[in-house]
């Protein structure tokens, strides 16, 4: 009796063993591995760079301009999101007015109104204000460079001040998030209980989040925008810093979609049934450059290190995983234009530097051994130092963690001046941020972006004029030759565009991977 | 005995008082803004200025310091900037997921590569010393992490038998080590874990064992006609001193957290906590952990040597 007992629970325990040795999951969730450290913040415009705003920013909250993320052919730009419809003041430049969408309701049931913009605006810049949030105001401050105020001038409408005319407030809107004031007062302002019940007018809601682990969100039904209403029933996204595992969890079923797979996982993940996504978006890996101290002074030694790349080999080294980066932005940008192209020319570089009379031209470069869209930094660099130095350049590599470098860039050329060159790569998703930031005399760093002090009153009055047109195709018109004229000036070391990789499981569909940094998962369903 | 006791802890105070402060300088050292989580690549000076000065980080360490150690000493550890929770809350969720790692790896750890080490110092030169002390250098040299994507490799990918990363499925909310969905996680990390200390303890039994065996009170046992097994307790216990103090440090860096181990595993323990402050310049977390585990390092020690005092009475009268 005693036996037969045994025998029956060993059954038992073999069949859960093997039911819950496997990884079933509840079909349509969309589980995803990102490469984010840890779960972005929920408080609105979220930390983990713009991987934080794909996966948790977009998805909770809406920001006055969204991004038409809806196609793949072309790269993405700004629509209508909270706000309907957007026009400068007539008679006053300095003044933008929106008109907001009407019948928006927050997830925690209160209606989406022209104070609760006013309140948000408070809420990221006001630090007098009650609902004043320092990381929000940390975040959303480098969008707001021009910034001045809010003013709500009826239910529907708002209107914005700008210090300077600044024909790109859209763009730079777009990056604010807008909270709910309802949810905010509820837990009286308390943001670490408010990043627990976050509430937005997003794709979807907030449901549960395990601290370090995971946050699972369903799909918001009233939303207002129909066609974007969540087509999976859940949507959980994991933190896998470490590329290997990220691997592992996508083979093993345990995710269905990984952000960014090492370029030596794509053959094996393809012969594993895996679907690889790749396109063409706004990110530029580079060197800016030192104008002020230093052999990079000389145009002709910046033009040299530029003939000096081999950029095919590069791509060889990364699989593939990316495209040869000859201009600040990808050709695939409206404002690309036809720059000048420093195509592979060591014979070239090796004649500008002795013109220059710079032999050997002593360089160093300040690098980091991983960070937010660096890609693979430690061969990167090793191949731009053997590149340089077969023509005549001598290359130290400084290499240091992510958050030094950031600093060293922040702080700027004057407190770093022996450093010749810093490998920060940027997103260029919207004009300022593109190509305005890296050479505009106003955004000297420690001010702006502008690390290395390049100034040139050309270059500036081209950015005065960017700033104060206000059509669009005018405006593309300036964009173009602004572009065009910082090829010419060979304004940085142009190296790589990433591609973007990700990798989905062969049980995904319906995902459009947009030319952006961010990415619409609505439509995206998962097979059981 | 009891003198002996509040001797020990006495001493702690001065290490524990020692470690606040180096652990609070030494993230200062390091290159890096605290607040970079919280600030995008292009903040402003004047951005930086203000949001310093809203985390208190504008004014001189030595008040920094003195206002943290006071809050220190009311328990509260103050708010984790990157994720905004109590570092309090912080270091005890990740020391609860490192222990509960460490709880399953320490014993497998300790039982075998004591008994390694206790079989190859009673057979010293022989084949199965060779094989056990192979084995125990093969345990300490292999890269963990490299063993960890190893078994997540056969484990998870090939047999998909465990899970590949992580902490409990999805939907769940906490662990709940009685349910297999939950247990099967900890798996491949305890085997991972448990490696180095095999290793490290079979090398430290048999050299312990082996110099027991070769003093001149064993001859003496064993002129005196006792038998090999009582001869080997007596060798055992003597050796046991040495063994223990190896073991109180392996469990005191099994509670450290394995900083590789867990990012492997994606495993929200001490380690990856502190690997994350680190990268993130978290400097309220980071202080909080150092703390918190040198603290555990002191109070484990004095386990120890209190352990220790009970084994071996010579050690109570030094």
Redesign the interface.
């Known amino acids: 009796m005693k036996e037969t007992w045994l025998r029956g629970a060993m059954f038992l325990a073999g069949i859960?063993?093997l039911v819950?040795?496997?990884?079933a999951?509840?079909s349509g969730?969309l589980?995803v591995g990102m490469t984010a450290?840890?779960?972005p913040?929920t408080?609105g415009n979220p930390?983990q760079g713009f991987e934080g705003y794909r996966f948790v920013g977009y998805n909770l909250y809406d920001s006055l301009v969204l991004w038409d993320l809806s196609q793949g052919d072309k790269a993405s730009d700004i629509k209508p999101g909270l706000a309907t419809e957007w026009h400068v003041d007539e008679g006053n430049t300095k003044r933008w007015i929106f008109t907001l969408r009407q019948g928006v309701k927050w997830h925690d049931g209160c209606d989406f109104t022209a104070d609760d913009v006013v309140w948000n605006m408070s809420h990221t810049t006001n630090?007098k204000a009650p609902e004043f949030d320092?990381?929000q105001?940390?975040?959303a401050?480098?969008y707001l460079?021009t910034y001045a105020g809010v003013e709500k001038i009826d239910d529907r409408t708002v209107a914005f001040d700008t210090k300077v005319p600044d024909s790109l407030f859209p763009y730079e809107i777009s990056y604010v998030l807008m909270i709910s004031p309802c949810r905010a007062k509820e837990v009286k302002y308390d943001?670490?209980e408010y990043?627990k019940q976050p509430s937005g007018t997003g794709p979807y809601r907030f449901d549960?989040a395990?601290?370090?682990?995971?946050m699972?969100f369903v799909p918001n039904k009233e939303y207002w925008d129909k066609a974007r209403v969540p087509k999976q029933d859940?949507l959980?996204l994991?933190?896998?810093?470490?590329a290997?595992?990220r691997t592992?969890?996508l083979?093993?079923?345990?995710v269905d979609w990984i952000e960014a797979p090492s370029p030596d996982a794509i053959d094996r993940l393809k012969s594993a049934g895996m679907q690889i996504v790749t396109k063409i978006y706004p990110h530029n890996w580079s060197y800016q450059l030192n104008f002020v101290t230093g052999p990079f002074t000389d145009k002709r030694v910046r033009q040299a290190a530029n003939y000096a790349l081999n950029r095919e080999d590069m791509k060889d080294m990364l699989n593939g995983l990316m495209l040869e980066g000859y201009s600040t932005v990808p050709p695939s940008l409206p404002y690309y234009g036809h720059p000048v192209l420093y195509q592979y020319n060591p014979d070239k570089a090796k004649a500008l530097l002795k013109e220059a009379g710079c032999v050997p031209c002593k360089v160093n470069f300040a690098i980091s051994t991983s960070g937010s869209g660096q890609m693979q930094p430690l061969p990167m660099n090793e191949l731009v130092k053997s590149n340089m130095e077969a023509v005549g350049f001598e290359v130290t590599l400084n290499t240091?963690?992510?958050?030094?470098l950031?600093?060293?860039?922040?702080e700027g050329v004057d407190k770093h001046p022996d450093t010749s060159s810093i490998n920060?790569s940027r997103g260029s998703q919207d004009p300022f941020n593109a190509l305005i930031?890296h050479v505009w005399t106003g955004a000297w760093a420690?001010?702006?972006?502008n690390w290395g002090h390049y100034s040139n009153p050309a270059v500036d009055q081209l950015v005065d004029d960017i700033l104060a047109e206000f059509d669009t195709t005018k405006r593309f018109v300036l964009l173009t030759k602004l572009n065009e004229l910082m090829n010419e000036e060979a304004v940085m070391i142009f190296v790589a565009h990433d591609l973007n990789p990700r990798a989905l499981s062969p049980k995904v569909h319906g995902f459009v991977q947009a030319q952006s940094w961010f990415q619409d998962l609505t439509p995206v369903t998962v097979a059981p | 005995m009891t003198y002996y006791i509040l001797r020990r802890i006495l001493y702690a105070i001065p290490i524990a008082f020692g470690v606040s402060v180096v652990c609070f300088s030494l993230v200062y050292i390091?290159?890096?803004?605290p607040?970079?989580?919280?600030?995008?690549?292009?903040?402003?000076?004047?951005?930086?200025a203000?949001?310093k000065h809203?985390?208190g980080f504008d004014k001189p360490l030595p008040v920094q310091f003195v206002i943290w150690l006071g809050h220190v000493l009311t328990g509260d550890f103050g708010?984790s900037?990157?994720?905004?929770?109590?570092v309090f809350l912080?270091v005890t969720?990740?020391l609860a997921n490192t222990a509960l790692l460490a709880l399953f790896a320490a014993p497998i750890a300790f039982f075998t590569g004591y008994a390694m080490g206790v079989i190859a110092g009673c057979f010293p030169g022989r084949w199965l010393d060779r094989l056990v002390t192979g084995v125990a250098v093969m345990g300490v040299s292999l890269p963990n992490y490299w063993l960890g994507?190893v078994l997540?490799?056969v484990f998870?990918?090939q047999l998909?038998?465990?899970?590949?990363?992580?902490?409990?499925?999805?939907?769940?909310?906490?662990f709940h080590i009685y349910e297999?969905?939950s247990a099967?996680f900890l798996v491949l990390p305890v085997i991972t874990l448990a490696m180095i200390p095999i290793g490290i303890l079979a090398r430290t039994t048999r050299a312990a064992v082996a110099e027991v065996r070769s003093q001149d009170f064993v001859q003496t046992l064993r002129a005196k006609g006792l038998s090999e097994w009582a001869v080997t307790r007596h060798v055992l216990k003597n050796s046991l001193p040495q063994v223990m103090a190896v073991m109180g440090l392996q469990f005191g860096y099994l509670i450290g957290g394995s900083i590789l181990v867990e990012?492997?595993?994606?495993w929200?323990g001490s380690g990856?906590?502190l690997?994350?402050a680190i990268?993130?310049?978290d400097v309220p977390v980071l202080q909080g952990t150092i703390l918190t585990l040198s603290l555990v390092f002191v109070a484990t020690n004095l386990v120890v040597d209190l352990l220790q005092s009970l084994v071996d009475p010579r050690i109570r009268r030094g």
């Open positions: 859960a063993f819950g040795g496997g990884t999951r509840a969730t589980t450290g840890d779960l913040i408080t930390d630090d320092p990381s105001f940390a975040q401050r480098a460079g943001w670490t990043a549960k395990v601290p370090h682990q995971r699972e859940r959980v994991v933190p896998m810093p470490e290997s595992t592992a969890a083979q093993s079923g345990q240091m963690d992510w958050n030094a950031l600093q060293l860039t922040r920060v930031r420690p001010k702006g972006a | 390091a290159p890096g803004d607040l970079q989580t919280v600030m995008p690549p292009d903040a402003t000076a004047e951005t930086i203000i949001v809203a985390y708010m900037i990157a994720t905004r929770r109590p912080e969720d990740a994507i997540v490799i998870a990918v998909m038998l465990l899970p590949a990363t992580g902490m409990g499925p999805n939907g769940s909310t906490g297999w969905s099967k990012t492997v595993f994606t929200p990856f906590l690997s994350k990268i993130n310049r």
